[in-house]
């Protein structure tokens, strides 16, 4: 199972790659700015045997929380995901062992300035600090330039796959002609077989790029840990990953599942315990919900997801997708291949229908509202009216 042909890749007191352990990670879904919260999750997800545990940054204020958390859990091996403010690498790297940026979010700020220039800030601060990065690249937000440039590439199960791929290899060129070794990358979406094809195929051209595995948004126990299941037995039988994390739509108290689910699927690979995949997988209602992160906008979110479960359940034979997001930043573009796609802010939910947006809906009637549109797709489905 371990990946010798991957370099390997050393972030705090862990090193990724080159053979090593496969190191299981997980993240904070607290605010950062509720330092105690934050604190807590960290220590937890640490002490269920997390090797890195990553925070959330997108504001000085965000910093300053980060600063007070590593110094309360230094044991934690902490790492940062920066999200649309990538400037910000210059305060969180004295402090942290890694950083992950997404090549999708380099387009907010300072539009007059290339891909390549900010890329070249991140790595040379990165660089001068001494710490690895990573390069994470998600299907649902990836570079919109690869988005148009290879739209309609993939066969229309795999939509989006040549994409992701070839967003991490243009990174990773970057990367390498800035003489920058130190990184790693992944390739995330909520659909385990884009996560397979988009790995495999990275894997085949880049043997000496470590791997960041992981399914994003795969929902709720026990379908997220089924579907994060089918995509690391595929790639890790294959050697394919040094790193990973299971995405789950979770309880704050409960976090640490993250991290047992993790090993639990790593255990069973190694002693040649696997599940059979169904030929007619993916068939049937599918719940796609993000794992919730700093950004989310509401805690109600958690419950909400778990309340469209419950709702939906009647609409299990259709072939139909809801997908539940935390944040207005991300909601939007993550539901796109939905059917049904909803994603919070503060008071109220925005939901929309394919690509048609219905509104923004108040916490407590946006299932009614949900409900009335899901009998609508499956009456144009099978041409009958459920009641
Ligand atoms: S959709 Fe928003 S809240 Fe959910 S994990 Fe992504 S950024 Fe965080």
């Not at 300053?64 to 999200?83: F, I, T």
């Not at 640490?256 to 209602?285: K, M, N, T, Y």
């Not at 925005?350 to 009335?372: C, H, I, Q, S, W």
Request: hydrophobic share 40%; charged share 25%.
């Amino acid at each position: 199972m371990k990946r010798a042909s991957s370099r390997p890749i050393r972030a705090g007191n862990v090193t990724i790659g080159g053979g090593n352990p496969i190191v299981i990670q997980s993240m904070c879904a607290t605010r950062t700015q509720d330092i105690d919260a934050t604190v807590d999750q960290a220590r937890m997800l640490h002490s269920a045997g997390a090797g890195l545990v990553r925070v959330a940054i997108d504001s000085a204020k965000d910093v300053n929380a980060l600063a007070e958390v590593c110094a309360r859990v230094p044991e934690a091996n902490l790492v940062v995901d920066l999200q649309e403010n990538y400037r910000l690498i210059a305060q969180v790297a004295p402090l942290v062992s890694k950083v992950r940026y997404n090549p999708g979010h380099l387009y907010h700020h300072e539009k007059q300035k290339t891909v390549r220039e900010k890329v070249a800030f991140i790595a040379e601060t990165a660089e001068r600090n001494d710490i690895a990065l990573r390069v994470g690249v998600n299907c649902g937000s990836v570079d919109p330039e690869m988005d148009a440039k290879f739209a309609g590439a993939d066969e229309p199960a795999l939509d989006g796959v040549t994409a992701m791929v070839e967003s991490a290899l243009q990174h990773c060129q970057i990367l390498d002609d800035l003489g920058i070794t130190r990184y790693v990358v992944s390739l995330k979406d909520s659909d385990p077989r884009k996560v397979i094809a988009g790995n495999r195929r990275f894997a085949s051209m880049r043997p000496d790029v470590p791997l960041h595995l992981g399914v994003t948004e795969a929902g709720m126990l026990p379908d997220g840990a089924i579907k994060t299941r089918i995509a690391f037995e595929q790639l890790l039988t294959e050697a394919i990953g040094d790193t990973l994390r299971v995405s789950l739509t979770l309880p704050f108290a409960e976090k640490w599942r993250e991290v047992e689910v993790g090993r639990q699927i790593l255990e069973d690979i190694q002693a040649g315990r696997f599940r059979s995949v169904p030929r007619d997988f993916g068939e049937g209602l599918n719940i796609i919900s993000c794992p919730s992160c700093s950004r989310v906008e509401n805690e109600a979110f958690i419950d909400l997801a778990f309340k469209v479960r419950e709702m939906a359940a009647y609409a299990q034979d259709y072939n139909i997708t809801i997908a539940v997001m935390g944040c207005r930043v991300n909601g939007p573009g993550e539901t796109d291949d939905a059917d049904l796609g909803l994603w919070c802010a503060p008071n109220f939910v925005n939901l929309k229908r394919g690509e048609e947006e219905l509104g923004a809906f108040p916490y407590d009637t946006v299932l009614d509202r949900l409900k009335v549109e899901l009998d609508a797709i499956i009456a144009t489905k099978t041409g009958v009216t459920t009641a």
